[in-house]
């Protein structure tokens, strides 16, 4: 019995065995649950939440004719630089192929800059990857040749994938590649069914499958923007969301009414203010739906490389994240002051010295005292004649700060220990 049966043109009929054989597997996908191999993918999110970075280090993670660097330790090829065992099985690079990024935003200038950086971050050398980059859009709904001659739109389109032969075309952002109203869901159906049939349906019959990955814009509510019909074109679609600074404290109640917290979602790294970004899949035709990531973009040097390092927790909301970094605020200072009188450690002077908001020092406090590394103490302070009252101030337990760091960053998970050395001074 055959597997499969090439029927009339271009139909296919599968048996109960290739029917079973088409389960999902690694083969099938550039990164598990996320990035399909000759797919349809959409990362989408606000100005500013690195879904062009992500887009750009797939590029050279996928396009990489050797591993990168730390591979020959048993460290896996994955998105955003992670290294770190499980972390980096989550985002993985199951295939690997030549890629054609077509970025109509940003100079030349400033995507040279950045594909440098990611280079060097890599410890990559230019020989090491296969991928093309294009500089501008191109209006996919339209076709023909211009007064001189030259190919537009889909012509033009699909003699840079003849010429190019990627595994995965990137168009960044999608408006660069219309030449009508995103909004429109009768245009944009016709706009991708020529994408699906001029582009990924031969490109498979070929044997050489060819996925589609668009960045595109969020709403001010952080919903995907324009026509429904884009949601539903995509095989996988990932939200990109960045924390939002303005956000404040709220006591809250917890699972089996246990006092919970929720911050303002910034903290310091390395003396600057850093937001971390949650990935959440929305959609997921052959994987797994609903999952979320936060990953931390961290300053490591010179402009180029400052938002190349992500330190990543599978599964952590941020509100945990921000407990941690705000108790390693506060436990700097305090470490700082140990030897200093006792009202340097109380509540305002640890906000004016670790440079933290009532509520972020409430939240350092909070996680400190409930892991045991301070101490809460009484300090009496007059408040008259014969009068006083004792105020909290806080005396670490442990000296050394990098042994607490580290500590309270393993709470997290095992990739945590990459952004502890990064924080060590």
Known sequence: MTTAYNGEGNYRLF??????????NDENWVIRDMVPLGGRTVFYGKGGCYKSTAAMDLTLAMSLKRSVKGKSDGKPNALLHITDGDAADR?????HGRVLYLAAEGSKVNLSRRYAAHLRMRGAAPADVSFFLGNSGIHLDRQGKDKSGNLLGMYLFLKL???????????????AFLSTEENDNTKFNAWAARLDELVIKPRERKGKPTGILIVHHATKDDDLRGASAIYDWADSVVRFQKAKPEDSIKPTKGKGGQSGLVLPLSWRSQGKSVRPVTLTCTK?????????ASVVPVHSGDEESRLLSFPYFDGKDMTTLQETFYALGVYEYLISKAAADPKDRNKTAIC??????SDGADAGIFRLEELGYIQREGYPVPTGVNRTRKVPMYTPVHGAVDVVRRALLADEDEANARLSDMLVE
């Open 15 to 24: 048996d109960q065995v290739s029917l079973l054989n088409a389960r999902t």
């Open 91 to 95: 985002f993985r690079i199951l295939t």
């Open 161 to 175: 994938i003849e010429e190019t032969d990627p595994a995965l075309i990137i168009l960044d952002p999608l408006r």
């Open 284 to 292: 997921q035709k052959d994987g797994i739906d609903g999952w979320t």
């Open 352 to 357: 004016q010295g670790a440079k933290l908001t």
